[in-house]
T-cell receptor, first 113, second 110 residues
Framework: SQTIHQWPATLVQPVGSPLSLECTVEGTSNPNLYWYRQAAGRGLQLLFYSVGIGQISSEVPQNLSASRPQDRQFILSSKKLLLSDSGFYLC????????????FGDGTRLSIL | KQEVTQIPAALSVPEGENLVLNCSFTDSAIYNLQWFRQDPGKGLTSLLLIQSSQREQTSGRLNASLDKSSGRSTLYIAASQPGDSATYLCAVSDDYKLSFGAGTTVTVRA
């Protein structure tokens, strides 16, 4: 069966520090991969998605970037964190082709001080 | 831009009562609609997915209906239990992108 792993589970970072969140998927090949953010009191917002290695699409202009160095690995990064980057970050995967369900990881709670 | 609304924002019921959660969306050109459950501080668990060509899906005590033309979906949970307490999110898909509602937080009182 397929599983998705995210780490770390929680992270406290100072303003201006770099960020790297990692997500890996097991049990499937060539998945579509997604990063979402859930800010306090707001719904989930799609940040990035990827349909293959090195292929990244950005949904929202921001202080963050994403990379997909391997088929089942998706990384969310920032060079300098802002207070507004605080939130709950969720990685998800789906099969290729239209109309596939998305499956989510357990998330990373990011607090910026 | 797709807008997804969930009403009510919160719901409290006694154990054993049936739950009815509503979701509406503005653009009917969707691929599918998914219902998720989110426990506090946790990720999302997929409950049901309804393809755009379907009218409903069932899994155990859960039944979800979809009326694409009117932009509405309803999630029914029969004979609620305290373990059903969580936030329920609906999301509509335009192929790769999910647009989420803000969720309905459900409390089932023992």
């Amino acid at each position: 069966s397929q599983t998705i792993h995210q780490w770390p589970a929680t992270l406290v970072q100072p303003v201006g520090s770099p960020l790297s969140l990692e997500c890996t998927v097991e049990g499937t090949s060539n998945p579509n991969l997604y990063w979402y953010r859930q800010a306090a009191g707001r719904g989930l917002q799609l940040l990035f998605y990827s349909v293959g290695i090195g292929q990244i699409s950005s949904e929202v202009p921001q202080n963050l970037s994403a990379s997909r160095p391997q088929d089942r690995q998706f990384i969310l990064s920032s060079k300098k964190l802002l207070l507004s980057d605080s939130g709950f970050y969720l990685c998800a995967w789906s099969g290729t082709g239209g109309s596939q369900p998305q499956h989510f990881g357990d998330g990373t709670r990011l607090s910026i001080l | 831009k797709q807008e997804v609304t969930q009403i009510p924002a919160a719901l409290s019921v006694p154990e054993g009562e049936n739950l009815v959660l509503n979701c509406s969306f503005t653009d009917s050109a969707i691929y599918n609609l998914q219902w998720f459950r989110q426990d506090p501080g946790k990720g999302l668990t997929s409950l049901l997915l309804i393809q755009s060509s379907q009218r409903e899906q069932t899994s155990g005590r859960l039944n979800a209906s979809l009326d694409k033309s009117s932009g509405r979906s309803t999630l029914y949970i029969a004979a609620s239990q305290p373990g059903d307490s969580a936030t329920y999110l609906c999301a509509v898909s335009d192929d790769y992108k999910l647009s989420f509602g803000a969720g309905t937080t459900v409390t089932v009182r023992a």
